[in-house]
C-alpha cells in the first residue's frame, strides 16, 4: 500500500487537519481493495481535484453521489459487455465494478467531474459561508466608554 505523506499540506493548510485525517483514515480502511487507484491533489488554497483512472468505462457507468461530508464513486460495467467479449490471450484491464468513498470535510462540495482519457476528474470546491468567514475586528484606543462613565458616578 502506498502511503500518503500529508505533511506538505499540513503546514500550510490551517484548519484542514480533519480533511486530512479523514482521507488519511479512508486509505488505510481500504488498504484491501486499491482499485480504482487516485491521486489527490490541491489545486489552490480552496479548491482540490480527486483524479481516478478509470480505464474501460464509459460516463454512464460511472455514478458520482455527493451527500453531506461524503463523496461516493462507483462504476457498474454493462451487461452487454459480456457478450463483445473475445478469446482474451491476456485480460490486464481490471474491468470488474467498484466503489471508491471519499470523506470531505464541512463546506466541501463538488464543482465538477470530468471523463477523458480513462480519468476520471472530480473538482472539489471549499466555500466557507460568510457569517462563518473570520472578521477583523478593530481595535480602540483610549479609555473604554463605559469606564468613563463608572468614573463619574463614583466622584
Known amino acids: 500500500m502506498r502511503q500518503f ?10 484548519g484542514f487537519d480533519r480533511l486530512f485525517d479523514m482521507l488519511e483514515t479512508s486509505t488505510r480502511q481500504q488498504q484491501g481493495d486499491n482499485y480504482p487507484p487516485f491521486n489527490l ?3 489552490s488554497d480552496d479548491h482540490y481535484r480527486i483524479t481516478l483512472a ?8 460511472i455514478d458520482i453521489t455527493a451527500q453531506q461530508n461524503l463523496l461516493v464513486v462507483s462504476g457498474r460495467k454493462g451487461e452487454d459487455n459480456d457478450n463483445q467479449r473475445g478469446s ?16 470531505l470535510a464541512d463546506f466541501v462540495r ?4 470530468n471523463l477523458a ?7 472539489l470546491v471549499r466555500e466557507v459561508p460568510e457569517a462563518m468567514k473570520p472578521k477583523k475586528v478593530a481595535i480602540a ?4 466608554a ?5 468614573h463619574q458616578a463614583a466622584a
Open 88 to 103: 482474451f490471450l491476456h485480460l490486464g484491464i481490471a474491468n470488474r465494478s467498484f466503489e471508491r468513498r471519499f470523506e
Open 54 to 61: 478509470v480505464a474501460g468505462f464509459k460516463a454512464d457507468e
Open 117 to 123: 482519457d480513462g480519468l476520471l476528474t472530480i473538482e
Open 5 to 14: 505523506d500529508f505533511t506538505p499540506y499540513r503546514r500550510s493548510a490551517i
Open 146 to 150: 463605559g469606564a468613563a462613565i463608572e
Open 41 to 43: 491533489e490541491k489545486t
Open 141 to 144: 484606543t483610549g479609555t473604554p
Open 110 to 113: 463538488v464543482e465538477a467531474a
